[in-house]
Each structure stands twice: as C-alpha cells, then as structure tokens.
C-alpha cells in the first residue's frame, strides 16, 4: 500500500511553493492545527474551504455485542470528532461516474 505524506515532506512542500522557511512552514501548520482543534471544541466545527469540515457529533448510548461471545453489551453515549470533507475535493479525488 502506498504510504501518505510525512509532515516533514509536507512543510518541505509548502515552504518551496510559498517561498518561506522550513521553520515559518511548520509555525503555520501547528497554528492551524491548534485553531482547528480550539474551534471545533467551542463551537463544534471547523472549516478548511476546499478540504472539508470538523465536525463534533454526539453519539447515543446504544447496545453493542461483544464479538467473542455474542454476548450483548451497553455502549455508553460519547462525543466524537467527525471529518466531512468537502465536495469539491472529492470531486476531484474520485470523480462521480456518469
């Protein structure tokens, strides 16, 4: 399986392309993660336009099983982070058959 980007390939990237330092590339990611996560927290989304959206989702309580036994288990109610991405972008990535 092909592997992903690391972020050092990622900063790398960015700096080129932007004609800034390795160390002001990385400054901004690690600002835009920490705002991602900071926002999503308080107000429950986040958007990046053209990539897609943080979106924080509760999830009920529900009965599970455990898949060793079949036994039937309560599943308690979370809060969960959720990833939506946006149509453009998956436009591009996999284009809809026609």
Same mark, same amino acid.
């Given at each position: 399986?092909?592997? /992903? ?12 392309? %932007?004609? %800034? =330092?390795?160390?002001? @590339? ?8 920490? =705002?991602?996560?900071?926002? @999503?927290?308080? =107000?429950?989304?986040?958007? &990046? !336009? /053209? ?15 455990? !898949?060793? @036994? /079949?036994?039937? &288990?309560? &599943? ?15 436009? @591009? &990535?996999? !284009?809809?058959?026609?």
């Amino acid at each position: 399986m092909a592997k /992903g980007i690391t972020k050092t390939q990622l900063v790398r990237l960015l700096a080129e392309k %932007l004609e %800034l =330092t390795n160390k002001q @590339t990385a400054a901004f990611l690690e600002t835009l993660s920490e =705002t991602a996560i900071k926002e @999503t927290k308080k =107000t429950g989304e986040f958007t &990046i !336009p /053209g990539i897609g959206k943080l979106v924080k989702a509760e999830r009920k309580a529900r009965i599970g099983r455990n !898949p060793q @036994t /079949g036994e039937a &288990i309560k &599943i308690k109610a979370k809060t969960v982070v959720k990833f939506r991405v946006a149509k453009v972008a998956k436009d @591009t &990535i996999a !284009p809809p058959k026609k």
